[in-house]
């Protein structure tokens, strides 16, 4: 493959979690995969960063809504708890035992998640703007 087969910015190989950069439960989310992916395995990414709103483009999602968490790997994306169940699996112990969410229909799976999804701000709360990576952690981040 080409690298203009992928998502502008990611290269084979490399999986991207694109969260929603002003939600207080997506910072703590991308806190979590900081603190508990030892491996480097993901690279993070805010859909309110250029980088993050031309790989939405290229996928055709929203640019101006964000409604899920995607984990992008190479040219191809995953949404919702399919998302979800993919990054908890490669974390190690015991955060992978999570996975067994997936015994129940995506169906009901994701409809638990829309209704987080839809209400996460009144929930959790956000920020003003995006949270800017420490310069410790700018290295897990997209660029």
Known sequence: MKQNDFPP????????????????????WSRF????????KFKLCSVQSEQGQA?????GYPTDYFETMLLIDG??????????????????????????????????RDWVYDRIALNRYKIFGKYPMCVLPT???????VK
């Open 9 to 28: 910015g990611i290269n084979a190989g490399e999986q991207v979690i694109l969260f929603d950069g002003i939600c207080k439960l997506c910072n703590g």
């Open 33 to 40: 995969i900081i603190r508990f992916d030892r491996q480097h």
């Open 55 to 59: 790989i939405l483009q290229w996928f």
């Open 75 to 108: 040219d191809h994306a995953l949404e919702k708890t399919d998302a979800f169940i993919s990054i908890v699996r490669q974390l190690p112990y015991p955060w992978k035992l999570i996975c067994c969410i997936k015994l129940f229909p995506r169906s009901w």
């Open 135 to 141: 310069p410790d952690t700018e290295t897990r981040f």
